[in-house]
């Protein structure tokens, strides 16, 4: 047998290491082929139950899509795009962040299969809220609401209380349970340096009831003054609430005193005199501890009644849609897992969130409050972001919380709005 010259035995070496150099390359480019990688500001529990979501989808598909949560997710992914390095998909809490992104042409209009999941799974407002200049670009997925009124469960009942659905019947309830001795209400916008935000909550829930979505629409983006007749009238129905101190625990002072978390805490005293506590689906957690280890018993919840029938029963909120920047294998895929009710039935089993899809199922909800709260939602006809959320922060997270702390210590309703509106950045 012929010998190999020292010459060929390195050329046939080369060969054989650039082979597996090549092999190898290929098998990681294949990998990160099927890495899909989502960014968000899901942290911690919220993180580790969007991640359930995930394992169910990559062994449905083979792909590898891996979640990443940061608490400056709103900085970073706009420092990303611009940098022309974002992640394939992103979980954006704000549409005002969406639309900027679609304008710049950062994002990809979702494709017409995933639109048309969109239609059979979601009512129209989802779409819209998910769409710019007549293009779809979000997806919603989890979402928090907050236009609930709690109640304790069986004081209300053994007084023969029934839930009002409208604003009418709202207000003979709080008369009888003034005749009967009790307060309606308890209120709290104690927030530290963000006190005041549960009176900005109230107003825009008001302003949905009676101004409709439309003149909500234009009230956010500063297409009406911010004092204008509409918004008065809303005020002036919560200044019937407010202004009254046989309707409110403790009066005015309390509500400015009074901690949002802890202003639940007297509807559980005992005996009971306080009947109903407006929050969002989050208060449970500042209930007593014993009456969250039985909550099914001890708690009611009612959405906000309608004022204007034709309205309905307007829902405030938040939430969570995603968006694509990279249309590589599996995003698109990815993205039409989100609009199924099997990419919600891990997170709802375990609770802590609500989703908005038409086809859920309401018993993989773990508990019945948040069951009544997600049927509430999705027959909601009328859902909106929080109004302060979307304004300027010199006015969402300023002056307009000021200002209603400025109304409940007695400053004219006028005046107020009429303040925040000169601090509206020109």
């Known amino acids: 047998m012929k010998k190999l010259s020292k010459g060929m035995l390195f050329v046939l070496v080369l060969l054989l290491v650039m082979q597996g150099v090549w092999a190898q390359g290929t098998k990681e480019a294949t990998v990160q082929d099927k890495t899909i990688r989502i960014f968000g500001a899901f942290r911690g529990e919220e993180a580790a139950r969007f991640d359930e979501i995930i394992r169910v989808f990559n062994e449905k598909t083979g792909y590898n899509a891996v979640y990443e949560g940061s608490p400056e997710f709103e900085t970073q992914i706009l420092v990303q795009a611009e940098a022309g390095t974002p992640p394939d998909i992103a979980a954006l809490p704000q549409p005002g962040i969406m639309h900027k ?47 609930f009124v709690w109640y304790p469960k ?38 530290g340096n963000a006190t005041g935000w ?3 909550d109230w107003l825009e829930d008001a302003m949905l009831r009676t101004a409709g979505p439309e003149v909500y629409d234009k009230w956010v983006n500063h297409e009406i ?9 809303a005020l002036g129905y919560l200044g019937e609430i407010f202004l009254n101190p046989k309707y409110v625990y403790g009066g005015a002072t309390n509500i400015l005193t009074s901690n949002f978390g ?3 805490k007297p509807l559980f005293d005992t005996p009971t005199k306080v009947f109903m506590n407006r929050q969002g689906n989050f208060i449970t957690t500042f209930m007593p501890q014993k009456i969250q280890d039985n909550l099914e018993a001890e708690v009611g919840v009612f959405p906000l009644p309608s004022i204007d029938e034709k309205w309905g029963t307007p829902i405030l909120g938040g939430g969570d849609q995603f968006v694509v920047f990279n249309d590589k294998p599996g995003v698109q895929e990815f993205m039409s897992f989100l609009t199924t009710w099997e990419a919600c039935a891990p997170w709802a089993q375990v609770g802590g969130a609500l989703f908005p899809h038409k086809n859920q199922n309401f ?19 009328v859902f909106r972001f929080d109004a302060s959320d979307l304004m300027p922060a010199e006015v969402g ?19 107020v709005l009429t303040s925040i509106e000169k601090s509206w950045p020109r």
Do not use: C
Not at 110 to 126: E, F, G, K, Q, R
Not at 127 to 132: A, C, E, N, T, V
Not at 398 to 414: A, I, P, Q
């Open 363 to 381: 018993a993989d909800y773990g508990n019945s409050i948040e069951r009544e709260l997600a049927k509430a939602l999705v027959n909601a006809t």
């Open 154 to 191: 069986k004081a209300f009942e053994a007084k023969g209380y029934k839930v009002p659905k409208t604003w009418n019947e709202l207000k003979a309830l709080q008369d009888q349970i003034v005749k009967d001795g009790g307060i309606p209400w308890s209120i709290g916008f104690e927030s």
């Open 262 to 264: 802890d202003s639940v």
């Open 397 to 415: 997270a300023g002056s307009f919380w000021t200002g209603m702390v400025d109304y409940v210590n007695g400053k004219d309703g006028k005046a």
């Open 101 to 147: 992104f679609a304008e710049k042409g950062y994002i990809k209009p979702l494709t017409p299969s995933v639109v048309s999941m969109i239609d059979a799974n979601y009512a129209p407002v989802w779409k819209d809220l998910g769409s710019f200049n007549g293009k779809a670009y979000g997806v919603f997925h989890r979402v928090n609401a907050k236009s």
């Open 225 to 233: 003054p911010f004092d204008d007749p509409a918004v008065q009238r």
């Open 198 to 200: 549960v009176g900005t």
